[in-house]
């Protein structure tokens, strides 16, 4: 339903959520009972611009679209394995790859090979590389991109 996802969209820009982390873990709450907190967690995310409204929407959002699952007859566990297959839990955020890079520049191309690694299954849950789903705190954020725009 092309409304309901403007409508999240819209959600997302004005709670500055994290989209990659956000349709990441709107796959674990597929189910009218699931426990709501891998979602509701990304409120409490540095950059989130949080509120009491904006946590309201979410939540209102969230019992419109799992109702609308819950009419369909697809196996939940089949819509979890569609969203999980085309949303990844890892990409190429820009803070750690200014770390690989200016870890290189030093001669030490460990970091590049750990991110590497990371991002050779970009679609697994992998704990070891739990960290690269984050985005960046405060202090980590990268001002200047690397392509020089």
Not at 2 to 20: N, P, S
Not at 107 to 122: G, H, N, R, Y
């Amino acid at each position: 339903d092309v409304q309901r996802i403007a409508g999240l969209l819209e959600l997302l820009e004005q709670g500055a959520l994290d989209y990659t982390l956000f349709f990441r873990r709107l796959g674990q709450v597929t189910q009218p009972n699931a426990d709501r907190s891998p979602v509701l967690s990304l409120l409490n995310l540095p950059d989130c611009r949080n509120n009491a409204a904006l946590e309201r929407a979410l939540h209102e959002w969230l019992d419109e679209w799992q109702q609308q699952l819950a009419q369909r007859e697809t196996e939940s566990a089949e819509v979890i394995a569609r969203m999980q297959s085309v949303n990844p839990a890892i990409i190429p955020r820009n803070h750690r790859v200014a770390e690989a890079i200016e870890a290189a520049e030093n001669d030490d191309f460990s970091v590049f090979e750990t991110l590497l690694s990371a991002l050779e299954q970009p679609y697994a849950e992998q704990a070891a590389f739990e960290h690269y789903q984050l985005p960046p705190e405060p202090e980590q954020k990268v001002l200047r991109t690397f392509c020089g725009t």
